[in-house]
């Protein structure tokens, strides 16, 4: 193995570089086909086997993330550790520091990104815009923070919440006491709801040697919590485009991110942005429109677009930024629009693929993973085309004869 630097950035064909993921599902078996294009090797490591990632990678270690000597005997046979999902347990950034593997993005970033709490804190503390919101550690916490906030609001555990799981909304202060018992009683943060006219994310890369690359903004309309289409780019003006990407680079500089990481938006409405939050939060409001709801510190499901629509895929970007290679280019190639495939399109058996694929420009994308949920990500299909608009009917019609209709 080689030990990937900015001082030796050609992968060698004789001892490639080997990326360790922590995590298996589709966001790394992404990474591990854009890799293997720029002869970079990749090994999983997750508690489960055959797994999206697995399929497709050199090495498939299943493991406890708890079992530390499985952890150190991973870290140790691989030149760079990343994660495709926050929730891996602090010690595993940890273990990898330890034994000299570089971790990227670092255990810090993990770190703040696990927990919803400390992810808002660190954001005010940056200065960045965000959803008024208050901690939670008890019934009397979350009647006190719906006076001062307002209803509606959503109530969110702290930890592990993703997809809209371990969220509840508030009409009414008089349902404080159910939601808070929902959630089962755990540390948990109240945010205003939030009337946005649009959902919008960036994703970006941030290399060893601080150099900046972002995505055009793109727009995400989401069902039941979950993404169901991205268009890219988002049809909004040019000083909101510009205002996320600065807003993005900021935190990825504050935050210190070598690596690819998404940040979630709220669009506030054009005329008076104010009158939809209540007042007694304006102190966490900028000037602006965007709010930023969320940030995820991996390739996000709403730049999938970028593996038909970019130069660079946010996975190539990832490759590159956590073996220390320079950013790949992040300009957009085509208009593009990209719809996800949930389990809920197999109710009925097996999605007619052929029909899919009769659609030319429908680009299909499966994660390999063999139990088809409602709700669960199988896969996606981008469609590039002249406009967003075009791209987008194509990529709909396309998703809707898998089922027939
Ligand atoms: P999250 O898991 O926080 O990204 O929430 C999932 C989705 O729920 C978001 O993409 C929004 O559509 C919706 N949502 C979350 N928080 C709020 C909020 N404060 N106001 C309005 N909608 C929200």
Not at 137 to 147: C, E, F, I, K, V
Request: proline share 7%.
């Amino acid at each position: 193995m080689s030990t990937p630097s900015s001082q030796s950035p050609i992968p060698n064909p004789q001892s490639p570089p080997v990326i360790g993921v922590f995590g298996s599902g589709q966001l790394g078996r992404m990474l591990a086909l854009a890799s293997h294009r720029l002869g970079i090797r990749v090994h999983t490591f997750s508690p489960e086997r055959d797994t999206p990632t697995g399929q497709v990678a050199e090495r498939e270690i299943c493991a406890s993330y708890d079992d530390r000597e499985a952890v150190r005997s991973f870290v140790r046979g691989v030149d760079a550790v990343t994660f495709e999902f926050e929730n891996v347990p602090a010690h595993v950034a940890e273990i990898a520091r330890e034994e000299g593997v570089a971790v990227r993005p670092g255990g810090h970033v993990l770190h703040v990104a696990q927990n919803r709490l400390r992810e808002k804190s660190f954001l005010v503390e940056a200065g960045l815009p965000v959803t008024p919101f208050a901690p939670v550690h008890s019934l009397a916490n979350l009647q006190t923070a719906l006076a001062q906030l307002g209803t509606p609001a959503v109530l969110k555990t702290a930890a592990f919440g993703y997809d809209g799981k371990g969220q509840v909304k508030i009409d009414d202060p008089a349902q404080a006491a159910a939601a808070w018992q929902a959630l089962g009683g755990q540390a948990a943060i109240v945010e205003s709801f939030v009337a946005f006219e649009r959902e919008l994310s960036v994703v970006a890369a941030r290399g060893v040697d601080d150099t900046f690359a972002a995505f055009p903004l793109v727009e995400n309309r989401h069902i039941n919590h979950i993404l169901d289409v991205t268009i890219a780019p988002a049809q909004v003006s040019a000083e909101v485009a510009a205002e996320a990407e600065r807003l993005t680079r900021r935190l990825m500089e504050v935050l210190d991110v070598v690596g690819v990481l998404c940040v979630e938006f709220f669009l506030l409405p054009e005329k008076n942005p104010r009158e939809s939050a209540p007042s007694a939060s304006s102190a966490f409001y900028s000037s602006g429109r965007l709010l930023i709801n969320e940030i995820a510190p991996r390739p996000h499901n709403s730049g999938h677009w970028t593996i038909e629509g970019a130069v660079t895929s946010q996975f190539e970007q990832q490759a590159r930024a956590v073996c220390a290679l320079p950013l790949g280019s992040s300009e957009q190639l085509r208009p593009a629009a990209m719809v996800n495939l949930l389990g809920d399109l197999w109710t009925q058996g097996e999605p007619d693929w052929a029909a899919l694929l009769a659609y030319p420009t429908a680009k299909l994308h499966l994660y390999g993973k063999s139990a088809a949920r409602p709700g669960r990500k199988m896969g996606h299909v981008t469609v590039t085309a002249q406009t967003v608009d075009e791209a987008l009917a194509i990529a709909l019609t396309a998703r809707a004869s898998l089922v027939g209709r």
